[in-house]
């Protein structure tokens, strides 16, 4: 009997397309809830809530954490002015150079225990201020952002 026809074949392919589906609906789910969760905070900063719009609208949120917990990403609290340890050894100051190079070539500097899954951004000057003001905000610990409920 031809294995592709077995009838325990078709088990085992619907137990993978169960288990799939149930890791994309979980990821979708898990995506949605940061994505309101950045969505939620409210800033003075007419720029910066551009960036906020900006960075759920472009998925980064799904990475980079807004509330300081650990993400495929570093998390953008308290992220400027930081120095990061970066692959090979290397540290860099996250400053407004660095997170342009980031965004537009974001293999050149890793931060280090974080896989180099980011890619390419091609983004207008305003889209990296506006994000740029965003993390500057996040990062500002006399900036208290209001939770929007």
């Known amino acids: 009997m031809n294995w592709i026809h077995h009838p ?3 088990y085992l392919d619907l137990l993978v397309g169960v288990v799939l589906l149930s890791m994309l ?8 809830r940061l ?5 939620d ?3 003075n900063s007419a720029l910066a809530m551009q960036g906020q719009q900006f960075s759920t609208d472009l998925g980064c949120v799904a990475c980079h954490t807004v509330d300081g917990s650990p993400g495929v990403g570093p998390t953008w609290v308290g992220m400027w002015g930081r ?3 970066l692959n090979r050894d290397r540290t860099a100051i996250v400053d407004d150079a660095y997170f342009r190079e980031s965004l537009t070539d974001p293999h ?8 180099a899954v980011m890619g ?4 207008s000057e305003a889209e990296i201020t506006a994000l740029i003001e965003y993390v500057k ?4 610990p006399t900036v208290t952002p209001q939770v929007a409920r």
């Open 8 to 10: 325990s074949r078709r």
């Open 25 to 32: 609906s979980y990821g979708t789910v898990f995506i949605y």
């Open 35 to 39: 994505n309101n969760d950045a969505r």
């Open 41 to 43: 905070l409210q800033f």
């Open 83 to 85: 120095s990061e340890k």
């Open 108 to 115: 050149v500097k890793v931060v280090d225990g974080y896989p």
């Open 120 to 123: 390419r951004y091609f983004l």
């Open 137 to 140: 905000q996040l990062s500002d």
